[in-house]
C-alpha cells in the first residue's frame, strides 16, 4: 500500500528578502501537521544567473514551487521550466495583484522590491523599534506619555513579544511588569496620550510556562511562589483590580496567539481614535 510521504521540498523565489513568500508557505504548510515541509528559499533572484542555481536546486530536490517575481520574463522561464519538470509552481501575488488591477485600473509598477523601501513608512518603524527595546520591562518609565500602548502584565503574558510585533508594525510600545510588592511607576498615572492595557492569562498557563522557564534556566534557587498557582491567581486578580480601577482593558492571551493580541491592541487603538 502507498503512504503519503513525511516531508516534501518547498521552494521559495523571490526577488525581494522572501519574507512574503515565507510567511504564505508556513501558514498553508502549517495546515498539514503530519507532513514536514524543507524549505529552500531563494532570495534576491533577479537575474538568469541567479534563477539558474534556484534551478538547479529545484532539479535535484523536486517539490512545491511559490514565487514572487516582478520580472515577467523570469517568472516565464521559472514556469516554464516547472511545467517541463511536471512540477506545481505558483505565483502568489498574481492573483492579488489581478484584482488591484481591475479594481484600481491602473497598471502595475513591477518594481522590485517596493514593499521595503527607504521611505517615511520604513523609519516610522525603526523609529518605533527603537523607542519599545528601550522601554522594554518598565525601563524609562519618565517618558511614558511618548508612547502610543503601554502594556501592562504579570510575569509571563508575552509583554515583550507583543510590544516587539507591534512595533514592526510601527507602534511605539513601552511595557510595564506588575510585581508583587512593587510599586508601579508614578508616571504610569499622569500619561494621557498611550493607550493602556493589561495581559492576563489563567494561573495554570502562567504557571505552566513559569515552571517550563526555572527547567530551561536550570536554577534550583528561586522563589517557590513565582510557579504556585495559588499566588499566581492573586498575582492576576490584582492586576485585573488595578485595570478596573483605572477603567484600563485588559486581554485575555491565554488561548491568543502574540498577532491576535497585537490586533485586540490596534483595534483598541483605532477605537480611542474614533
Known amino acids: 500500500m502507498n503512504t503519503a510521504p513525511n516531508y516534501f521540498h518547498l521552494h521559495l523565489i523571490s526577488d525581494s528578502t522572501g519574507e512574503t513568500l515565507i510567511t504564505v508557505a508556513r501558514a498553508a504548510a502549517a495546515q498539514y501537521e503530519s507532513i514536514e515541509a524543507i524549505e529552500h528559499v531563494h532570495p534576491l533572484v533577479r537575474t538568469d544567473r541567479h534563477l539558474d542555481r534556484a534551478l538547479i536546486e529545484i532539479e535535484q530536490s523536486p517539490g512545491i514551487v511559490l514565487y514572487t517575481l516582478v520580472s515577467q520574463d523570469l517568472a516565464a522561464r521559472l514556469d516554464r521550466f516547472c511545467r517541463d519538470q511536471g512540477l506545481p509552481c505558483v505565483s502568489v501575488l498574481a492573483p492579488i495583484f489581478d484584482v488591484?488591477?481591475?479594481?484600481?485600473?491602473?497598471?502595475?509598477?513591477?518594481?522590485?522590491?517596493?514593499?521595503?523601501?527607504?521611505?517615511?513608512?520604513?523609519?516610522?518603524?525603526?523609529?518605533?523599534?527603537?523607542?519599545?527595546?528601550?522601554?522594554?520591562?518598565?525601563?524609562?518609565?519618565?517618558?511614558?506619555?511618548?508612547?502610543?500602548v503601554i502594556i501592562l502584565g504579570v510575569s509571563r503574558t508575552s509583554k515583550t513579544p507583543t510590544s516587539i510585533y507591534l512595533a514592526n508594525r510601527g507602534v511605539k510600545v513601552a511595557n510595564i511588569p506588575v510585581v508583587p510588592n512593587v510599586p508601579l511607576p508614578p508616571a504610569l498615572f499622569e500619561v494621557t496620550r498611550p493607550v493602556i492595557v493589561g495581559l492576563v492569562a489563567s494561573p495554570?498557563?502562567?504557571?505552566?510556562?513559569?515552571?517550563?522557564?526555572?527547567?530551561?534556566?536550570?536554577?534550583?534557587?528561586?522563589?517557590?511562589?513565582?510557579?504556585?498557582?495559588?499566588?499566581?491567581?492573586?498575582?492576576?486578580?490584582?492586576?485585573?483590580?488595578?485595570?478596573?480601577?483605572?477603567?484600563?482593558?485588559?486581554?485575555?492571551?491565554?488561548?491568543?496567539s502574540i498577532e491576535e493580541t497585537a490586533a485586540a491592541i490596534i483595534s483598541l487603538m483605532r477605537a480611542r481614535r474614533a
Not at 513591477?110 to 518598565?138: K, S, W
Not at 517557590?224 to 498557582?229: G, I, K, L, P, V
Open 100 to 148: 488591484f488591477r481591475s479594481y484600481l485600473n491602473v497598471a502595475q509598477t513591477h518594481r522590485v522590491g517596493a514593499q521595503h523601501a527607504l521611505d517615511a513608512e520604513y523609519f516610522r518603524r525603526i523609529d518605533a523599534l527603537n523607542f519599545t527595546m528601550a522601554h522594554d520591562d518598565g525601563q524609562l518609565p519618565r517618558d511614558l506619555d511618548d508612547a502610543e
Open 204 to 256: 495554570e498557563r502562567i504557571a505552566q510556562i513559569r515552571e517550563n522557564r526555572i527547567l530551561a534556566l536550570g536554577t534550583k534557587t528561586f522563589d517557590t511562589a513565582y510557579a504556585d498557582r495559588q499566588a499566581i491567581a492573586q498575582e492576576i486578580a490584582d492586576m485585573r483590580r488595578i485595570c478596573s480601577e483605572h477603567e484600563w482593558p485588559t486581554i485575555d492571551v491565554t488561548r491568543r
